[in-house]
């Protein structure tokens, strides 16, 4: 499995066996994704529904720069 996040032109040359591609997509139940509002609305469902009081986000994206803009914009959905 990879370590770390490829950037970009790396990942458009990886190829997967099929059992990589199976796990890929049993997990792709737990990802939030979407608009801030509506990666809003999907905390906000999965925190109701495990009767959590806080809920943790990690973002998949290669750069920086790409990281910080998506929690200050997912920030920006909660009115923080």
Known sequence: YLQGIP???SLRLLS???AQEAYLESISARQVVGTPQQVRE???DRVRFFGADEAMITVMAYSLEDRIHCFKSIARAFGL
Do not use: C, T
């Open 7 to 9: 950037d970009p032109q």
């Open 42 to 44: 999907q905390l906000e």
């Open 16 to 18: 997967f066996s099929s």
